[in-house]
């Protein structure tokens, strides 16, 4: 990404082993992030720089010290390369490993990618994948894994009510494991009948068009005038992120993932709601073992958010498709 | 309270029952939280408004409907009257009961007062107490109680290094809580020599006069680089909101119960830390049961927290020992 709205895909130096933990995958697919849009729209600075932080693909070469995934080994990871080993990654919160490494500083809408601590990050499937299975493998790598997060963040289970803000593909896919998780009921926001329609597939029960307050409102409604059990936040604005507090029950939980942009989250309104708040960059690798054999098993199909699937060389074409939201994900394949 | 700095005990009319479903109580004692300073300092608004949210006694008159407690039964309860009954109690969340009454309408710094909801807000004591209990019994009814909430919402815990953000009353007690929740490691932050002595007597392994950012650097330094599992907010300020989001570790907890006056946490540096944030008013009738009990078999002494006792009449001279800090807590005599 050149600059705000200008992407150009172009010839690089093949990546190498740097480090013995490191490995090169060669990518079977990729695609674009809602967040590869905040600095496409300028909302973040960006400067010539290389993009794309999902990957799957077929490792090419492991560095020396590498033992858990061998040439040949078809792989998902996260958008934080981590050693899986440190206090932090133990305790389940791989994105803040003590060695984390942010892929996206690598780039990964491209042929070929280094991935830091390839033991730690890469997870093998059971063999080659179907093709038909890659979107939903290329969806582990970020959006699914996210979503999932928001759910489990958000304490989604067996007789809870959830309630879903962002009908971007994480939220949709938080909808997918809100539902595998037990949810009882899932109250999805969205005003978009494409979106609607996944939303109803992937297990929403319900539909709500009104936003900020008066979603909220009617999420109380729809829950005899307590709110949600659990709500989960997948975009990142303040009017969000009031929504997903108002519409939560005393004592239930918000999941939140929508990467923050000029949020304040007022300390006597989060006093008077009695809720609790967790989120971040999803720890996507600790869900990855358990949802590659979800997908692996065809028991979910998440690979369907991507409603739009381009060569990599036309990576501009798909920038503009999600900045225009003539496409909820773009894959590109490699 | 007449207005801010403003304190009479004056004669009233004794309360009666209203709803059959009210209690009449005799005060043993009654104390200022510091919840009371917000107004005497003029930061909240008052204009001759009866005091006082805090009560032990001895029931004198029931309502046609109360069951579980009878007159003569030596009671606790706690800052919000609740029916221990609807779904929000029944989930653990007492102070957002559907039908909650805020008991410092009322008003509990008298020698009587009137308890709405009293089957699902008063918990009697296996007997009379003897009178070394009373002040124990007081901490319960909210000191107590919201320090144990705090640390229950931080999830305090066997092996969990637990720090401790305010060295009141309630931030003490969430250090003692802490300890009886089994915490492995206890970090108070505190400049007081008395009530790093407290803290100490509480559980306090570790002290840090260090406060803000450096206070949060300090608790890393104990934590091997990555901060407290679980951390206790009970001033609400920002500056200590703050301090306890920056001394949390990834995927910690925060549990805060400052009352929040003027706090607004970005959601950016939310979304970065990654921690679990939980708090509000707490809902100390969960909890009432559990804390009479250690107090009965003497396994706590919470009563500590107050070191100063006074008659009621001269309840003007508490709020000045509070407000100057010469005085953790004041108990009031009846």
């Not at 989250?265 to 709601?273: V, W």
């Amino acid at each position: 990404m050149y600059g705000p709205g200008d992407v150009h895909v172009e010839e690089r130096e093949d990546p190498t082993i740097v480090e013995p933990t490191d490995a090169i995958i060669r990518l079977a697919a990729t695609c674009i992030c809602g967040s590869d849009l905040w600095p496409y729209r300028g909302a973040e600075p960006v400067e010539h720089q290389v993009m794309g932080h999902e990957y799957v693909g077929v490792v090419q070469e492991i560095g020396s010290a590498v033992r858990t995934v061998k040439v040949g080994d078809f792989v998902v990871g996260s958008f934080w390369a981590s050693d899986n080993t440190c206090d932090i990654c133990r305790a389940g919160y791989q994105a803040y490993c003590v060695h984390r490494v942010l892929m996206g500083t690598l780039g990964t809408q491209s042929e070929l990618a280094r991935i830091p601590l390839a033991d730690g990050t890469l997870v093998a499937t059971p063999g080659q994948p179907d093709p038909d299975l890659i979107p939903s493998l290329m969806a582990a790598s970020d959006v699914l894994g996210t979503g999932w997060f928001a759910a489990v963040a958000a304490e989604a289970g067996p007789g809870k009510t959830v309630a879903v803000v962002g009908d971007g593909a994480v939220g949709l896919l938080g909808i997918l494991a809100a539902r595998q998780l037990g949810a009882e009921r899932i109250i999805a926001f969205s005003r978009h009948a494409d979106r609607q329609a996944l939303a109803r597939e992937f297990g929403a029960t319900d539909i709500v068009a009104e936003r900020g307050d008066a979603g909220a409102e009617k999420v109380k409604e729809l829950t005899g005038g307590l709110g949600a059990h659990s709500v989960i936040e997948a975009v990142g604005t303040q009017e969000a992120m009031m929504q997903a507090i108002h519409s939560t029950r005393p004592g239930g939980h918000v999941g939140f993932v929508g990467v923050s942009h000029d949020v304040a989250i007022p300390g006597d309104e989060l006093f008077m709601a009695g809720v609790h708040i967790h989120g971040g960059p999803a720890p996507v690798r600790r869900f990855l073992p358990e949802l590659i054999q979800l997908i692996w098993d065809r028991t979910i199909d998440p690979g369907k958010v991507f409603d739009l699937a381009l060569p990599l060389e036309q990576a501009a074409e798909g920038y503009k498709a999600m900045d225009q939201r003539t496409a909820i994900k773009v894959l590109l394949t490699v």
